[in-house]
Each structure stands twice: as structure tokens, then as C-alpha cells.
């Protein structure tokens, strides 16, 4: 197994170019609005980062509306780009960028709503379980096919959809590094940058030799122990026409693992539910009345629980 790649600067690197995506993508959520096209909101998305200081990209910028954040009705690679479906009201919305900046790569999931959603509310509060079962399962060096198993097992559990299968090699995630490759920044060939393309082939074939792979999936090419060095990894989910994903930057080391950065747009609405609900629990507890318990009645026979008589006849 390979030694761990990356210094701390570089790691710092990394989470710039983590952190600018991350926000470009929150201001081009406060900027969308019932009638955007995914078009439009892609060319937002890419306008702000290359503004923000991207000078190439691992892919182009992807939007997904409605029912297309659970990619229903998927059957080509094409169908992944923007296309001309329009936000509503009510509508979920996934935006998805991969900027570089000097060599280091970023790859982050943003997922939103427009108004009122229920079923993504209770999406985006689940994702959290994620989070936290890839973590513990790379932490204990399981191999890549078997962590993707156990979020399938989870995304079952909770009576959802997988619907990263339904990326090309149906990917959860993949190696990450800093591109060295020449050629022409900026410039992309079926939605991927052309020097990542040179960086991912030349990583595919050394990966191969040693028997591991840098795309994560459920085949036998990822039955291997975590490689050590920064992974994007992108669990997506749905339920029926809504879904939703978060992508972002996992740290790999000979013997550890953590995630790059915690502070993060979903890591952050965690905490803040989790904080909120703290806080109106003990709110609840502190105003709650104080009853006396009423007294025993003496020479009074107990009334047997209901649940035990339906048991016991």
C-alpha cells in the first residue's frame, strides 16, 4: 500500500479549493428562483468560480431539478449535463462543480430546495447517517466494494433509493489529486477537463498494476483497503421523485481517516438542528408544570394494564 501523498500545506490547498466551491455554490442557491433553468444555473455557478479564481475544472458544473436529482428515467451519460427543465416552487435541487486551482482538486455535492419540501427535509437530516457510517467503516479498513455495501444496506434500512449506481461505473467515489498533467487549462472533453483526463488515465493504469483502483464501486476492482490520499466521496440518495447527495473531500492515511473539513453548508445545518433541538428540549423540561403524585388508595385493588389483559386472554 502506498504512503500517504500529501503534506499539511497541501492539505490546506485542498481545503481552499474545497471551501470556494463550496461557496459558489451557496450563492448561486440564494440566487436561483422558480424559473431558472439548469442551464442557467450551471453558467452561474461556473461564472462565480472562475470569478472566484478556477482556472480548469475536474468537470464541468452539473444542476439537477425536480425529479432529475434522483436521475428518473436515466439511460446516457448525456442525460447527466444541464438541461432546460425549469425550477418550481417546491422543487429540489442538486448543484454539483469540481474546480481546480493550481493543480488542486475539489469535487463537492450541494443539495437545496425551493420552498416548502418535506421529503427532503427528512433526506438531507438522514444524510447525516452517512456520513458518519463511511467514516467508521474506512476508519476500520474495510475493503471499498464492502463500505459500499454497507451503504446500501443503510439506504435500505431506510426504505431509499441508491441512486449513485447510476453514475458511469456507478461510482460513490474516487481518487482525488493535485493534476500535473500539460495541456490546455479550461478545456474539457465529454464534460471532464482535459488534463484530468491525463491525470485519471495515467492513475487508472498505475492503480490497475497494483491490483487496486481510484473509482470507488461495488466490483471487483474495489475490493481493496482504502489507498491512502484524498477520496470525493458522494453519497445520493432518493425516495420516489426527490433526491439529494453531499460530495466532499475524505482523507485517507495509512492508518486513519477524517474528513477534510467539517465546516461544511450540511455539516453546518446539522448542528444547527441538532443545537435547536437541545435547546427546545431543556426549554421544555425548565417550563414543564411540577404535579404532586397523588396519593395511594388504600385497600384499593390495581387495575390490571390493558395491554396485559389483551395478552393474557
Known amino acids: 500500500m502506498p504512503s500517504f501523498p500529501f503534506g499539511e500545506h497541501d492539505l490546506a490547498r485542498f481545503r481552499e479549493t474545497q471551501q470556494l466551491a463550496y461557496d459558489c455554490a451557496e450563492e448561486v442557491a440564494a440566487w436561483i428562483e422558480p424559473g431558472v433553468t439548469e442551464r442557467q444555473a450551471t453558467a452561474e455557478l461556473r461564472r462565480r468560480l472562475v470569478a472566484a479564481g478556477v482556472q480548469d475544472f475536474f468537470h464541468v458544473p452539473f444542476a439537477w431539478f425536480g425529479d432529475r436529482t434522483a436521475f428518473r428515467h436515466f439511460r446516457t451519460p448525456l442525460q447527466f449535463f444541464a438541461g432546460n427543465r425549469r425550477l418550481e416552487e417546491g422543487m429540489p435541487y442538486v448543484l454539483d462543480c469540481a474546480p481546480v486551482v493550481d493543480g488542486y482538486t475539489a469535487d463537492i455535492g450541494y443539495g437545496g430546495k425551493v420552498g416548502e419540501n418535506p421529503v427532503w427535509e427528512r433526506l438531507a437530516a438522514d444524510l447525516k447517517v452517512y456520513r458518519e457510517l463511511i467514516l467508521a467503516e474506512v476508519r476500520a479498513r474495510r475493503p471499498l466494494d464492502e463500505v459500499y455495501a454497507a451503504v446500501d444496506a443503510q439506504i435500505a434500512e431506510h426504505g431509499y433509493d441508491n441512486r449513485h449506481r447510476v453514475y458511469p461505473g456507478r461510482v460513490i467515489g474516487h481518487q482525488v489529486t493535485r493534476t500535473t498533467a500539460r495541456g490546455p487549462a479550461g478545456v474539457t472533453l465529454f464534460g471532464f477537463g482535459v488534463r484530468t483526463l ?116
Open 198 to 313: 491525463q491525470t485519471l488515465g495515467r492513475e487508472l493504469v498505475s492503480e490497475r498494476l497494483h491490483g487496486r483502483s481510484p473509482l470507488w464501486a461495488d466490483g471487483r476492482s474495489s475490493r481493496h483497503a482504502p489507498t491512502p490520499g484524498l477520496w470525493a466521496v458522494e453519497p445520493h440518495i432518493a425516495f420516489r421523485g426527490v433526491g439529494i447527495k453531499f460530495e466532499e473531500l475524505l482523507v485517507v492515511t495509512g492508518d486513519d481517516a477524517y474528513w477534510l473539513d467539517d465546516d461544511l453548508p450540511h455539516v453546518r445545518r446539522w448542528t444547527a438542528t441538532a443545537t435547536a433541538t437541545a435547546t427546545a428540549t431543556a426549554t421544555a423540561t425548565a417550563t414543564a408544570p411540577v404535579t404532586a403524585e397523588p396519593a395511594a388508595i388504600k385497600d384499593e385493588p390495581t387495575a390490571e394494564p390493558t395491554a396485559t389483559k389483551e395478552l393474557t386472554r
